[in-house]
């Protein structure tokens, strides 16, 4: 497809489950984003990827919150023993490069609840 | 570390009238500027960006943002509002020279163009 690609479109979970979520970035683009957007609010930075350089991690909520990518395509965003403040939105952005001024393109996200 | 301010959670205007989307920022350096705008049910879309140059920047579907550098400002404007224009907006920053390579954004401002 021509856009970027979010799997499952929506997710509900029981408390202490362990969820993966899914990224298919444009093809081409190196730099590959998640972001939480809870209701109501903004979006909020978790983690970002650069091609074969280590992720930036900083913003990622607890250590419950860990992501991969394969290369430049995939990336799977894990959410072990959740809670329900992680109900939200995940978004996933990727963009040509990883420089300041690429603009990001976003997936339609995954909508997150938990019970 | 930087922000984004978007004072106005909502705003209001009459189709055919001028609209003004209102965002402050606050970052180390010189910005990169952005506006996305988030239709229901959609995922987020990149209108415009600020990188350098004019202060006047035009973007998708009719909408322009001036740069104020003095006030650290990045409002969005569109000369006549059409109802179609009815969605969230959100404006981002990045340092230029330093810091993550995500974007932070700011909260949002809902549009709503009355017909």
């Known amino acids: 497809g021509a856009g970027v690609s979010q799997s499952p479109s929506n997710k509900v979970t029981e408390k202490g489950k362990d969820v993966e979520l899914r990224c298919d970035p444009i093809?081409?683009?190196?730099?590959l984003y998640w972001y939480r957007q809870r209701l109501g609010q903004g979006l909020e930075f978790l983690i970002y990827?650069?091609?074969?350089?280590?992720?930036?991690k900083s913003g990622l909520p607890s250590d419950r919150f860990s992501a991969e990518r394969t290369g430049e395509s995939v990336s799977t965003l894990t959410i072990q023993r959740t809670q329900q403040e992680d109900s939200a939105v995940y978004l996933c952005?990727?963009?040509?490069?990883?420089?300041?001024?690429?603009?990001?393109?976003f997936g339609p996200g995954t909508r997150l609840t938990v019970l | 570390a930087q922000s984004v301010a978007q004072p106005e959670d909502q705003v209001n205007v009459a189709e055919g009238n001028p609209l003004t989307v209102k965002c402050t920022y606050s970052?180390?350096?010189?910005?990169?500027l952005f506006w996305y705008v988030q239709y229901p049910n959609r995922g987020l879309q990149f209108l415009l960006k600020?990188?350098?140059?004019?202060?006047l920047v035009k973007g998708s579907y009719g909408f322009e943002a001036e740069f104020n550098k003095s006030q650290t400002s990045f409002h969005l404007k569109k000369p006549s509002a059409l109802v179609s224009d009815s969605a969230l907006y959100f404006c981002?920053?990045?340092?230029?020279?330093?810091?993550?390579?995500?974007?932070?954004f700011g909260s949002g401002t809902r549009l709503q163009v009355q017909p």
């Open positions: 952005a990727s963009s040509l490069f990883g420089s300041s001024y690429n603009e990001q393109f």
């Open positions: 093809s081409g683009h190196t730099a």
């Open positions: 990827f650069q091609g074969n350089s280590a992720p930036d």
């Open positions: 970052v180390s350096g010189n910005p990169y």
């Open positions: 600020y990188i350098t140059g004019d202060n």
């Open positions: 981002a920053v990045r340092a230029m020279d330093t810091g993550r390579r995500a974007l932070t």
